[in-house]
C-alpha cells in the first residue's frame, strides 16, 4: 500500500473540505477522571527553609481516591542535629522528640514505596517536593517522578481575596471547613490539606477541570474564551500535515505544521502549552481550523512554507516574503563591482551569494569581500577607457584599489581581481579567511574588542552567503533528483526533487516494492522550470529543507538526472567563523588559533546547515 501525492504550484487553489468525519477518542485522549485517580497528600516538618543546609523531622501523608482515604503514613525524623528554637516553638518538635527516631535513609524508602504510582499533593508543593528529592539524592534513591499538584496553586485559580484574606492552608482549612485545624505538625496539615483539595477541585469541575490531565492547565488559567474553542481541533486527523487557524471572513490568520498529528498540535493552543500573546490574540479570534493532511513529514514542512508565502497570514512571523531576500551580486561589465540585490538575473559573468535573511547580513558579506580583494567600491558603471580629467577616490590613495576608474588598472588586470572574489564566492573561501583571520590577530592583540567583533560578523554573513549559494546551487541546476529514507515502521519516504523544489512525494510500507511507485511519481510530478542558479525554483527554506533531509543519514539517492556536486573546498566546510579561523590556524606552522570567545554576540544571520 502506498500513498502518492503530487505537489502543485498553488495550494489553496482548491477549498478544503471542512464538513470533517466523527472521531472516536481513544480512552487515553478522554483522560483519568478525577476520582479514579490517587492522590496522596503530604506535609513535611523541617528545620529550616532550604533543603541544602536543612533536614526533615517529620512527614505526614494520607492517600485519597475518590473522596475515600486509604491510608495514612506518619513519623518523626532524626534529622541529625538539634532542631533549631524558633522551629521548635512553631511546630512543638523538640530535639528531645527525635532521640531514637529512624533517619531518612531508613523513612525515605517507606514513604516511597507508599506514594507509588500516586499524585502527589502538597500545599506549596516546591517546599515539600524540593525536600524529598533532595533526600532521595542523598541517600541514593532515584526519584520515581510523580506528577505534582500544588494547592496553593490551584487555590490562585478559584479563591479570591473577598473570600479568603490570602492562600495560607490555616485560611483555606477556615473557608471551606477543613475537618481538621493545621498545626504545623504533618499528618494534621496533610489530612487539612485533603479536606482543602477536595473542596478545591469541587469548584473546578464547572470550569471543565474533572480529569487528572486538565490539572496541567489547572494551575496555569488559560482564558475561558479560548479553553471554549478547543472543540475545533475535534475533527483533524491524527497525521502528518498543515493547518490554517482562519478567522472571519475566511481570512487565514496563521499557518502551522505538524509532523506527528494534527489533532493534537491544534489541541494544544488551547491549553497553558501556549503562552505566545500574539498567538492566544489569533485563537481569540479564529472561528474554524482547516487541515492540509501530508504523507510525509517533509512534504508537511514545504506546503506550511509555500501556504506562509501565498496567503502572508498576520499571525506568522517567518518566510512571508521569500521574493524580497536578498543577494549579493559580482556584476556583470567590463570592471565589475559587488552589489546588493533582490534578484538573481542571467546574467553571463555574474556570481551571487546568498540569500540573506537581511539586507544588513548581506552588507556585512559585501563589506568581507572589499576587506580581503582589491575590488573597486563605486557604484558607477565604468568605461572601458577612463575619461581625461577623471579623479580616484581615497581608497585609491590607501592602496586598497587599483583606480581602474582613472586608468590604473587595464580589463585585464583588473579581471585577475575579479577572478578571485569570483572564486571565493563560488568556491574557495580561503582567501577572505585568511584575511579576517589576520586581522582579527592584529585587532585582539591591541584589545580592540568591539572591532573585531565587527570584523568577526563580516566573516560569519560571508560564510554563511557563501554556504547557502554553494549549497543550493547545484539543487537549482539538477532537473530533477529521486531519493528515499527509511521510516521507523521500515518502509520508504520517497521524495521527487526538481530544480531544488520538491515536486511530488510518497510513502510505502516495508511490504510493498518502491520502485513502481517512484515511476508513478515521476510520471505525475509537478512540471518545474529550471530557473537562474544559483536560485532554485522554490522558497530558500523550502530548499534548505530539502537539503537538509538529503544529508540526513540512511538517505539513499535512487537516481539523479545531471550533475550532483559541490565544490572540494568551499565554505560548507566551516560556516562557523571561529571555526573558520582554526581551521585556517591549524594550516600554518606554529600558530595556534586565537580564541573568539571573547568577542561580543555576533548579529544575527541566515543560518545555514552543514554538509559532510
Known amino acids: 500500500m502506498s500513498t502518492v501525492r503530487r505537489l502543485r504550484p498553488v495550494w489553496a487553489d482548491a477549498s478544503v473540505d471542512v464538513s470533517g468525519t466523527p472521531v472516536q477518542p481513544s480512552l487515553d485522549e478522554v483522560g483519568t477522571p478525577l476520582s479514579d485517580v490517587t492522590f496522596v497528600v503530604v506535609d513535611l516538618e523541617t528545620t529550616g527553609g532550604t533543603p541544602a543546609d536543612c533536614a526533615i523531622t517529620e512527614i505526614g501523608a494520607v492517600k485519597v481516591r475518590g473522596g475515600e482515604v486509604l491510608g495514612e503514613f506518619q513519623t518523626l525524623v532524626d534529622p541529625g542535629g538539634p532542631v533549631p528554637p524558633f522551629i521548635q516553638v512553631l511546630t512543638g518538635i523538640t530535639t528531645t522528640m527525635l532521640v531514637g527516631a529512624p533517619r531518612i535513609e531508613e523513612v525515605l524508602p517507606a514513604f516511597l514505596e507508599f506514594s507509588r504510582d500516586a499524585v502527589l499533593v502538597a500545599h506549596n508543593a ?62 494534621s496539615d496533610a489530612r487539612a490539606t485533603v479536606d482543602v483539595l477536595h473542596a478545591l477541585l469541587s469548584r473546578m469541575a464547572p470550569l471543565g477541570i474533572t480529569h487528572l490531565e486538565d490539572l496541567a492547565t489547572a494551575t496555569d488559567p488559560v482564558p475561558g474564551e479560548v479553553r471554549r474553542k478547543r472543540t475545533l481541533a475535534d475533527h483533524l486527523p491524527d497525521s502528518p500535515g498543515v493547518y490554517l487557524f482562519r478567522g472571519p471572513g475566511d481570512e487565514v490568520l496563521y499557518v502551522g505544521t505538524s509532523t506527528t498529528s494534527l489533532r493534537r498540535r491544534v489541541r494544544s493552543y488551547f491549553t497553558s502549552a501556549e503562552k505566545r500573546g500574539r498567538i492566544l490574540e489569533m485563537v481569540r479570534i479564529a472561528e474554524r481550523v482547516d487541515p492540509v493532511p501530508c504523507a510525509t513529514p517533509l512534504e508537511a514542512r514545504v506546503r506550511e512554507l509555500r501556504l506562509i508565502a501565498e496567503h502572508a497570514p498576520r499571525y506568522n512571523r517567518r518566510s512571508r516574503n521569500p521574493e524580497r531576500m536578498p543577494w549579493v551580486r559580482l556584476t556583470s561589465e567590463p570592471f565589475p563591482r559587488l552589489s546588493v540585490v533582490r534578484e538573481v538575473r542571467d546574467e553571463e559573468g555574474a556570481a551571487y551569494l546568498g540569500p540573506f535573511g537581511t539586507s544588513r547580513s548581506a552588507t556585512l558579506a559585501v563589506e568581507a569581500l572589499h576587506e580581503a580583494f582589491e575590488i573597486r567600491q563605486c ?129 510505502v510500507d516495508r511490504r510493498t516494492d518502491p520502485r513502481p511507485v517512484i515511476e508513478t511519481l515521476r510520471a505525475t510530478a509537478e512540471h518545474v522550470p529550471a530557473p537562474v542558479a544559483p536560485a532554485t525554483a522554490a522558497h530558500p527554506e523550502e530548499t534548505d529543507l530539502i537539503a537538509d533531509w538529503l544529508d540526513r543519514p540512511g538517505v539513499r539517492l535512487v537516481e539523479v538526472v545531471g550533475t550532483l556536486a559541490y565544490p572540494v573546498r568551499s565554505a560548507l566546510s566551516d560556516v562557523d567563523p571561529a571555526a573558520a579561523v582554526a581551521s585556517h590556524a591549524r594550516l600554518l606552522v606554529g600558530a595556534p588559533p586565537r580564541p573568539l570567545s571573547t568577542l561580543p554576540a555576533p548579529v544575527s544571520g541566515t543560518a545555514v546547515g552543514r554538509t559532510a
Open 379 to 507: 557604484t558607477r558603471r565604468l568605461p572601458l577607457v577612463a575619461p581625461a580629467g577623471s579623479s580616484a577616490c581615497v581608497l585609491a590613495d590607501m592602496g586598497r584599489c587599483g583606480a581602474p576608474c582613472i586608468g590604473g588598472q587595464s580589463v585585464p588586470d583588473y579581471a585577475d581581481v575579479v577572478a578571485r572574489v569570483r572564486a571565493a564566492m563560488l568556491a574557495d573561501p580561503a582567501p577572505v579567511v585568511a584575511a579576517h583571520a589576520a586581522r582579527l590577530e592584529a585587532l585582539v592583540d591591541q584589545q580592540r574588542y568591539e572591532e573585531a567583533g565587527t570584523v568577526r560578523d563580516r566573516l560569519g554573513a560571508y560564510l554563511r552567503g557563501a554556504a547557502r549559494a554553494q549549497r543550493m546551487d547545484p539543487l537549482a541546476r539538477c532537473p530533477e533528483l529521486v531519493a528515499a529514507g527509511r521510516t521507523l515502521d521500515g518502509g520508504w519516504e520517497l521524495v521527487l526533487v526538481r530544480h531544488g523544489r520538491l515536486a511530488a512525494t510518497a510513502r
Open 126 to 187: 516546591p517546599f515539600d517536593i524540593g525536600f524529598l528529592k533532595a533526600a532521595a539524592a542523598r541517600t541514593g534513591h532515584p526519584w520515581p517522578g510523580n506528577r505534582v499538584v500544588d494547592t496553593v496553586r490551584l487555590a490562585r485559580r478559584v479563591v479570591t481575596r473577598d473570600e479568603a484574606p490570602n492562600h495560607k492552608l490555616s485560611s483555606l482549612a477556615a473557608l471551606f471547613g477543613a475537618s481538621v485545624t493545621p498545626n504545623h505538625r504533618a499528618l
